[in-house]
């Protein structure tokens, strides 16, 4: 076995925080290397070493046998080694080929930019990826999904033979996935060496042919994927045993919250003409409603519509507790009780200039105020008390946001949510990057809220995930509903039946 990445006793502080200690472990040439430990284990960060981002840390890296110390990006692309991140990296303001050719674009030799010849070797680096987005289209006008596709692309225009994924999968919905698979085989038979990092199992155990365990920035161990199973995995990630299954006891419902009736979103332009279609559904207090669905299903557009965010005015009937609802704006629907995590954190949900604390106090400052004085006390407390509850790693509530690690950040947006106390809860697949010990906490905290009397509706790209925790599943198809089961009616496959059923 020829090692094409030496990992030689790499080390990495962040100020008090050991993010890396004296790591060590190999990649061989041509394998799919995942990694996999809890939020916080120091995964991303051996990765940015890896890719020139980081480039202040002890101990030493060798690709092909040579000692590199890379002082960029683009030195490490250079020697061969790309990144896509974990948390999106585009320009939103630019165009998908300007992104993909930032800072090497093609010129006719003074320097004036050859857009055309950008654009059609754009197109043909996603048509390789099975995406029709136009490579004039602006960035930040597609959705999460093809975004990260975008960055795919420019990893492959780059001709990389060691390509790091940072939770790729994690944005993706199912075809997406099915998709990126499809294309990780065909980096393989190209004899691309892939150090790959999820938090779903099953991907890892699909996809790797070993595994590397890192817990609190130390190496574990180095698995065979034949020799081992996820359990295993689980056990090494966490260090100790722990209760996987969780259940809901039946539950008795509360009162009629939410009334949703006929709900349609029109598609102007669209040739489908309808985003949403005649979607009814009710919401009682005490319960969690799945709504499952496949890539455009609709499941998105469906909480945004509720939460007063969609871009074009829903069409239809929305009553909470009774009284008919009008959200031009997310202030509007919060104010009247609904709270909503978004599915792309960086986008609508974090603020990089304001701390963890700041980040997850930000929607009750006003009720941490008496006489309009902010109480910083009040704030800490509050803030300090959901870092314990949500089991959040960080340096302390004054820590930059952006210290924290990916899975880490998506549980302050959970934990602010759960401090204003809505009626309605929307979480839009809020366990992505989510580890599973963490994943597993969630799944009871959304139990034990809806046991106080909270109504929660809940998305994910995890069907096994919404059979969990959901008391209802909702299924979508084109814009349309086309199921509903009762926990106990639900099954992976009738709900994936639904999902597909073409609407009439
Ligand atoms: N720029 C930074 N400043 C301060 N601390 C940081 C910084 N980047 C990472 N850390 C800390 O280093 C530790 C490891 O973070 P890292 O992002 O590598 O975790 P991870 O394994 O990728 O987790 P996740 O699964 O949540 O993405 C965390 O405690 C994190 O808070
Ligand atoms: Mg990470």
């Not at 996603?126 to 995406?131: I, N, W």
């Not at 704030?379 to 089991?391: I, R, S």
Request: hydrophobic letters at 40%; aromatic letters at 4%.
């Amino acid at each position: 076995m020829t090692a094409v990445v030496e990992i030689r006793g790499v080390g990495k502080r962040f100020g008090a925080v050991k993010a890396l200690d004296d790591v060590s472990f190999s990649v061989a040439k041509g394998e799919l290397h995942a990694v996999m430990g809890e939020n916080g284990a120091g995964k991303s960060t051996l990765m940015k070493i890896l890719s020139g981002v980081i480039t202040d840390y002890e101990g030493e890296l060798r690709i092909e046998g040579q000692v590199q110390k890379f002082l960029s990006t683009r030195q490490a692309e250079r020697i061969g080694v790309s990144i896509i991140h974990q948390e999106l990296n585009l320009v939103e303001q630019l165009s998908v080929a300007a992104n993909i050719f930032l800072g090497r674009e093609e010129t006719y030799g003074w320097g004036i930019l050859d857009q055309a010849t950008m654009e059609r070797t754009a197109g043909e680096l996603l048509a390789q990826l099975d995406s029709n987005v136009s490579p004039k289209s602006l960035a930040g006008s597609l959705r999460v999904g093809d975004q990260q596709l975008i960055e795919i692309a420019k990893a492959l225009s780059l001709d990389t033979s060691i390509l790091i994924m940072d939770e790729p999968t994690s944005a993706l919905t199912e075809a997406e996935v099915q998709r990126l698979y499809r294309v990780i085989d065909a980096l393989r038979e190209r004899g691309v060496t892939i150090l790959y990092i999820s938090h779903k199992m099953d991907e890892v155990f699909r996809l790797a042919d070993r595994i590397t365990v890192l817990r609190d920035g130390k190496f574990v161990q180095t698995l065979d994927r034949a020799d081992t199973n996820p359990q295993q995995i689980a056990h090494l990630m966490v260090g100790r045993e722990f209760e996987t299954a969780v259940t809901r006891p039946q539950t008795t419902l509360g009162e009629e919250v939410l009334r949703v009736e006929k709900l349609s979103q029109p598609w102007p332009g669209h040739s489908k003409q309808w985003r949403l279609k005649d979607v009814s559904l009710e919401l009682r207090r005490g319960e969690v409603l799945g709504i499952a669905g496949l890539m455009g299903a609709g499941r998105t557009e469906l909480l945004e519509c509720l939460f007063g965010a969609s871009a074009v005015r829903p069409q239809g009937s929305i009553k909470l507790d009774g009284k008919d609802c009008d959200f031009r704006h997310p202030a509007d629907a919060m104010r009247a009780g609904i709270a909503m995590v978004t599915e792309d954190r960086k986008r609508l949900g974090l603020f990089g200039h304001l701390s963890t604390g700041g980040n997850i106090t930000m929607c009750r400052l006003s009720e941490l105020s008496a006489l309009g004085v902010l109480s910083r006390c009040a704030e800490a407390n509050a803030a300090n008390e959901q870092v314990e509850l949500m089991g959040i790693k960080t340096d302390g509530i004054e820590a930059s946001i952006n210290s924290l690690s990916g899975g880490n950040q998506q549980k302050c947006i959970i934990a602010r949510c759960m401090l204003t106390q809505p009626k309605v809860l929307l979480l839009d697949d809020p366990t992505r990057g989510v580890d599973v010990g963490a994943k597993t906490e969630l799944y009871r905290l959304m139990h034990r809220l809806a046991d106080q009397g909270m109504a929660i509706i809940v998305t994910s790209s995890e069907l096994p995930e919404l059979l969990t925790v959901s008391d209802r599943i909702l299924v979508l198809c084109e814009g349309e509903l086309t199921g509903e089961f009762t926990r106990a009616e639900a099954t992976e496959q009738k709900i994936m039946e639904a999902a597909t059923a073409v609407s009439v």
